[in-house]
Protein backbone atom coordinates (compact mmCIF):
# COMPACT_ATOMS: atom_id res chain seq x y z
CA UNK A 1 0.00 0.00 0.00
CA UNK A 2 1.41 3.61 -0.45
CA UNK A 3 1.03 6.26 1.92
CA UNK A 4 -1.31 7.65 0.38
CA UNK A 5 -3.75 4.95 0.40
CA UNK A 6 -3.02 4.24 3.38
CA UNK A 7 -3.76 7.72 4.66
CA UNK A 8 -6.95 8.05 2.39
CA UNK A 9 -8.52 4.71 4.21
CA UNK A 10 -7.34 6.03 7.62
CA UNK A 11 -9.79 9.25 6.47
CA UNK A 12 -12.72 7.24 5.45
CA UNK A 13 -12.54 5.26 8.39
CA UNK A 14 -12.53 8.75 10.38
CA UNK A 15 -15.75 9.28 8.36
CA UNK A 16 -17.38 6.32 8.71
CA UNK A 17 -16.91 5.75 12.53
CA UNK A 18 -18.41 9.23 13.02
CA UNK A 19 -21.20 8.67 11.10
CA UNK A 20 -22.01 5.31 12.10
CA UNK A 21 -21.63 6.24 15.73
CA UNK A 22 -22.74 10.03 16.00
CA UNK A 23 -25.93 10.06 13.11
CA UNK A 24 -26.68 6.53 12.23
CA UNK A 25 -26.77 5.13 15.69
CA UNK A 26 -30.57 4.81 17.09
CA UNK A 27 -31.33 5.31 21.15
CA UNK A 28 -32.06 1.97 20.82
CA UNK A 29 -28.43 0.22 19.84
CA UNK A 30 -27.24 3.23 22.46
CA UNK A 31 -29.77 1.63 25.76
CA UNK A 32 -29.10 -1.81 24.77
CA UNK A 33 -25.27 -1.88 24.43
CA UNK A 34 -24.64 -2.97 27.82
CA UNK A 35 -26.66 -5.86 27.60
CA UNK A 36 -24.18 -8.95 26.11
CA UNK A 37 -25.43 -10.45 23.04
CA UNK A 38 -28.60 -7.89 22.95
CA UNK A 39 -29.42 -6.99 19.44
CA UNK A 40 -28.97 -3.78 19.53
CA UNK A 41 -25.55 -3.73 20.59
CA UNK A 42 -25.07 -6.55 17.82
CA UNK A 43 -26.84 -4.31 15.38
CA UNK A 44 -24.92 -1.22 16.15
CA UNK A 45 -21.31 -3.15 15.75
CA UNK A 46 -22.52 -4.38 12.60
CA UNK A 47 -23.44 -1.07 11.05
CA UNK A 48 -19.76 -0.83 11.79
CA UNK A 49 -18.65 -3.81 10.19
CA UNK A 50 -21.38 -3.36 6.69
CA UNK A 51 -19.50 0.51 6.66
CA UNK A 52 -15.78 -0.78 6.35
CA UNK A 53 -16.42 -3.24 3.89
CA UNK A 54 -16.63 -0.17 0.98
CA UNK A 55 -13.47 1.49 2.43
CA UNK A 56 -11.71 -1.75 2.62
CA UNK A 57 -12.53 -2.85 -0.60
CA UNK A 58 -11.38 0.41 -2.43
CA UNK A 59 -7.96 0.65 -1.00
CA UNK A 60 -7.92 -3.80 -1.37
CA UNK A 61 -9.40 -4.97 -3.88
CA UNK A 62 -6.99 -7.83 -4.64
CA UNK A 63 -8.27 -9.44 -1.33
CA UNK A 64 -11.91 -9.69 -0.52
CA UNK A 65 -11.40 -12.61 1.92
CA UNK A 66 -9.17 -10.67 3.84
CA UNK A 67 -11.87 -7.42 3.39
CA UNK A 68 -14.37 -9.99 4.93
CA UNK A 69 -12.27 -11.39 7.74
CA UNK A 70 -11.19 -7.41 8.90
CA UNK A 71 -14.46 -6.32 8.75
CA UNK A 72 -16.41 -9.03 10.98
CA UNK A 73 -13.23 -8.77 12.97
CA UNK A 74 -13.83 -5.13 13.81
CA UNK A 75 -17.62 -5.99 14.51
CA UNK A 76 -16.41 -8.37 17.11
CA UNK A 77 -13.63 -5.75 18.45
CA UNK A 78 -16.11 -2.97 18.31
CA UNK A 79 -18.65 -4.81 19.96
CA UNK A 80 -17.03 -5.39 23.23
CA UNK A 81 -15.02 -2.14 23.40
CA UNK A 82 -18.86 -0.48 23.39
CA UNK A 83 -19.99 -3.47 25.77
CA UNK A 84 -17.20 -2.52 28.26
CA UNK A 85 -17.85 1.30 27.90
CA UNK A 86 -21.87 0.93 28.47
CA UNK A 87 -21.15 -1.45 31.17
CA UNK A 88 -18.54 0.68 33.62
CA UNK A 89 -20.65 3.98 32.86
CA UNK A 90 -23.91 1.72 34.50
CA UNK A 91 -21.65 0.18 37.31
CA UNK A 92 -20.29 3.38 37.88
CA UNK A 93 -23.37 5.58 37.93
CA UNK A 94 -21.77 7.93 35.71
CA UNK A 95 -23.22 10.69 33.43
CA UNK A 96 -22.43 13.67 30.57
CA UNK A 97 -22.00 15.85 33.91
CA UNK A 98 -19.29 13.41 35.28
CA UNK A 99 -15.96 13.56 34.15
CA UNK A 100 -14.80 9.84 34.30
CA UNK A 101 -17.93 9.25 32.08
CA UNK A 102 -16.27 11.88 29.36
CA UNK A 103 -12.58 9.61 30.10
CA UNK A 104 -14.77 6.59 29.40
CA UNK A 105 -15.55 8.06 26.40
CA UNK A 106 -12.45 9.44 25.45
CA UNK A 107 -11.26 5.98 25.60
CA UNK A 108 -13.71 4.25 24.16
CA UNK A 109 -13.66 6.29 21.21
CA UNK A 110 -9.50 5.84 21.01
CA UNK A 111 -9.90 2.05 21.32
CA UNK A 112 -11.81 2.12 18.09
CA UNK A 113 -9.17 4.64 16.31
CA UNK A 114 -6.83 2.11 17.13
CA UNK A 115 -8.95 -0.65 15.63
CA UNK A 116 -8.56 1.07 12.38
CA UNK A 117 -4.70 1.69 12.47
CA UNK A 118 -4.35 -2.17 13.45
CA UNK A 119 -6.45 -3.23 10.41
CA UNK A 120 -4.79 -0.63 8.00
CA UNK A 121 -1.78 -2.23 9.82
CA UNK A 122 -2.98 -5.79 8.42
CA UNK A 123 -3.26 -4.88 5.17
CA UNK A 124 0.35 -3.02 5.09
CA UNK A 125 1.89 -5.85 6.63
CA UNK A 126 0.14 -8.70 4.16
CA UNK A 127 0.91 -6.59 1.05
CA UNK A 128 -0.41 -6.42 -2.18
CA UNK A 129 0.63 -9.64 -4.86
Known amino acids: MTTGTILLALALFQIKHYLADFH ?4 WMVQTKGRYGHPGGLAHAGLHGVLS ?3 LLMVTPWAPVLVL ?3 LGEVLVHYHIDWLKSRFVA ?7 DSAYWRSMGLDQAAHQLT ?3 MVAVLVLLGQP
Open 91 to 97: SAGVDGS
Open 53 to 55: LPV
Open 116 to 118: YVA
Open 69 to 71: LLA
Open 24 to 27: WQTA
